[in-house]
């Protein structure tokens, strides 16, 4: 089974996980459902993921937690019911490790914030640090942070356009130096939920020479995000040329909808992982074809 396989394998898992995350997730039923055996749903989803089966699942619990504890006046111990933990001090030791404050804390504190109308950054050409906003038509389109959607955290970044008249594409991206890359295989990844995406959404990464070429490519559209999605893991990987010069990586969104995007990586992999760059050859013959006419089924006339 390929890379993409076992990717195709995994998304399909964390689509399962996000329905149900308030009901009992075992092991064995997840593997069963991707195709796997336990130990080898285990390794997969570690290598694609970054992270074991458990922390995921328990992350999400949490975030989607705190979101609840902001947005409503359900009791901590039912909260933490919910989403299965024993009980509600489980609930607090885990919520405190990852927000640093206990959740009655979080919730005091958040909604302070919220009546300030400060929960989420949505003001205009509000781009997140470190990253711009461009494209053909950017005038079309926003970016901020959002604080009420998140997949891992206290933020996620989105990307949307002003209306369902949007034309062109939009990107949030960065571009660094290759130095630290070059002759490396590198993976761009990150989780992206969409909402009402009418053309293409995806992540992308280019590998240019220092006279402009461009030296590698992948922008997802051979596999694009469209309509509407719960958080799901996406990833564009390339080889990074000795001769390269930069590196550019983003995300885009083609004509109209929403996506937010979370949880970004920028890692080095090893050969195992196949790049996702379509092939200049791919679908080229390895010999001539038909030299003398005589072998086609063109209609005559």
Do not use: C
């Given at each position: 089974?390929?890379?993409?396989?076992?990717?195709k394998?995994?998304?399909?898992?964390?689509?399962?996980?996000?329905?149900h995350?308030?009901?009992k997730?075992?092991?064995?039923?997840?593997?069963?459902?991707?195709?796997?055996?336990?130990?080898h749903?285990?390794r997969?989803?570690?290598?694609?993921?970054?992270?074991?089966?458990?922390?995921?699942?328990r992350?999400?619990?949490?975030?989607?937690?705190?979101?609840?504890?902001?947005?409503?006046?359900?009791?901590?111990i039912?909260?933490?019911?919910?989403?299965r933990f024993?009980?509600?001090?489980?609930?607090?030791?885990?919520?405190?490790?990852?927000?640093?404050i206990?959740?009655?804390?979080?919730?005091?504190?958040?909604?302070?914030?919220?009546?300030?109308?400060?929960?989420?950054?949505?003001?205009?050409?509000?781009?997140?640090?470190?990253?711009?906003?461009?494209?053909?038509?950017?005038f079309?389109?926003?970016?901020?942070?959002?604080?009420?959607?998140?997949?891992?955290?206290?933020?996620?970044?989105?990307?949307?356009?002003?209306?369902?008249?949007?034309?062109?594409f939009?990107?949030?991206?960065?571009?660094?130096?290759?130095?630290?890359?070059?002759?490396?295989?590198?993976?761009?990844?990150a989780?992206?939920?969409?909402?009402?995406?009418?053309?293409?959404?995806?992540?992308?990464?280019?590998?240019?020479h220092?006279?402009?070429?461009?030296?590698?490519?992948?922008?997802?559209?051979?596999?694009p995000?469209?309509?509407?999605?719960e958080w799901?893991?996406?990833?564009?990987?390339?080889?990074?040329?000795?001769?390269?010069?930069?590196?550019?990586?983003?995300?885009?969104?083609?004509?109209?909808g929403?996506?937010?995007?979370?949880?970004?990586g920028?890692?080095?992999?090893?050969?195992?992982?196949?790049?996702?760059?379509?092939s200049?050859?791919?679908?080229?013959?390895h010999?001539?074809?038909?030299?003398?006419?005589?072998?086609?089924?063109i209609?005559?006339?």
């Amino acid at each position: 089974m390929s890379y993409q396989d076992h990717e195709k394998a995994i998304q399909k898992s964390l689509n399962f996980i996000e329905r149900h995350l308030t009901d009992k997730l075992q092991l064995h039923l997840l593997a069963e459902q991707a195709g796997y055996s336990r130990f080898h749903f285990q390794r997969i989803f570690r290598k694609i993921i970054g992270k074991s089966i458990a922390e995921y699942i328990r992350e999400r619990r949490l975030t989607q937690s705190a979101r609840i504890l902001i947005t409503s006046d359900q009791r901590i111990i039912d909260i933490a019911m919910t989403y299965r933990f024993n009980s509600q001090e489980s609930f607090t030791r885990a919520f405190k490790k990852v927000y640093d404050i206990t959740p009655g804390h979080y919730r005091k504190l958040l909604r302070k914030i919220v009546s300030k109308g400060e929960f989420i950054v949505s003001t205009e050409n509000n781009t997140p640090t470190g990253w711009i906003m461009t494209g053909e038509t950017p005038f079309d389109y926003e970016t901020g942070l959002d604080n009420r959607i998140v997949h891992n955290g206290n933020y996620s970044a989105y990307l949307r356009s002003k209306d369902e008249k949007a034309r062109g594409f939009a990107t949030l991206m960065q571009q660094i130096k290759s130095d630290r890359y070059r002759g490396e295989r590198v993976r761009f990844s990150a989780f992206v939920k969409s909402t009402d995406v009418k053309e293409a959404a995806g992540l992308w990464m280019r590998v240019d020479h220092s006279s402009g070429e461009v030296l590698a490519f992948d922008n997802m559209m051979n596999r694009p995000i469209k309509g509407t999605n719960e958080w799901n893991h996406f990833s564009v990987v390339l080889d990074i040329p000795v001769k390269s010069e930069a590196i550019a990586f983003g995300v885009l969104l083609n004509g109209s909808g929403h996506i937010w995007m979370d949880k970004l990586g920028f890692e080095v992999v090893d050969d195992s992982v196949p790049v996702t760059e379509k092939s200049s050859t791919e679908g080229l013959s390895h010999e001539p074809l038909n030299l003398n006419f005589e072998d086609n089924n063109i209609a005559k006339y």
